[in-house]
T-cell receptor, first 112, second 107 residues
Framework: DTAVSQTPKYLVTQMGNDKSIKCEQN?????MYWYKQDSKKFLKIMFS???????INETVPNRFSPKSPDKAHLNLHINSLELGDSAVYFC???????????FGEGSRLTVL | KNEVEQSPQNLTAQEGEFITINCSYS?????LHWLQQHPGGGIVSLFM???GKKKHGRLIATINIQEKHSSLHITASHPRDSAVYIC?????????FGTGTSLTVIP
């Protein structure tokens, strides 16, 4: 079983649409993250959830909203998509303060 | 200026060479991660360090908290080590990433 799984892996959509990317981890970790990797391959953290509470919220547009229905899931909702939202989005999980990050395979979003 | 600086940005080595990638950071941190991203795009965590040194196979990571510096060493490099290596630090509740070092190991 994949430790951290993201769906969909590829998403092509029009500007202005609303879309979601789902993330699930089966590791029993207490902290999950969303990262954005832009065309220059630069990684930037977007959100972190620890025990269903937001503990990091970088200055991302409020069109992006994380939703965590339970400790094993952290979904990313994006409203009114813009061209600049095209990127690869990675989900990751960890046991906070103990270390290893486990990443999903990434979801490549293309906004046309 | 980025809070995390990596050097070199690009590195080409012959198979078997000893490789060092450096990471310097300017913020107080609770931990530092070394990540590996292969051409296929997947990201793997190699190490998390808060002090000292860790070794896993041919990979060694060190950190000097006083100097705010970490190094990743690869001994007996192999073409399968070709990837982008990313340094990331956790300071407060903030995550900061280096821009990555692209390593190519030639047979």
């Amino acid at each position: 079983d994949t430790a951290v799984s993201q769906t969909p892996k590829y998403l092509v959509t029009q500007m202005g649409n609303d879309k979601s990317i789902k993330c699930e981890q089966n590791l029993g970790h207490d902290t999950m993250y969303w990262y954005k990797q832009d065309s220059k391959k630069f990684l930037k953290i977007m959100f972190s959830y620890n025990n269903k509470e937001l503990i990091i919220n970088e200055t991302v547009p409020n069109r992006f909203s994380p939703k965590s229905p339970d400790k094993a899931h952290l979904n990313l909702h994006i409203n009114s998509l813009e061209l600049g939202d095209s990127a690869v989005y990675f989900c990751a999980s960890t046991v906070i303060n103990t270390g290893e990050l486990f990443f999903g395979e990434g979801s490549r979003l293309t906004v046309l | 200026k980025n809070e995390v600086e990596q050097s070199p940005q690009n590195l080409t080595a012959q198979e078997g060479e000893f490789i060092t990638i450096n990471c310097s950071y300017s913020v107080g941190i609770s931990a530092l991660h070394w990540l590996q991203q292969h051409p296929g795009g997947g990201i793997v965590s190699l190490f998390m360090l808060s002090s000292g040194k860790k070794k896993h196979g041919r990979l060694i990571a060190t950190i000097n908290i006083q100097e705010k510096h970490s190094s990743l060493h690869i001994t007996a490099s192999h073409p399968r080590d070709s990837a982008v290596y990313i340094c990331a630090v956790i300071g407060g509740n903030q995550f900061y990433f280096g821009t990555g070092t692209s390593l190519t190991v030639i047979p």
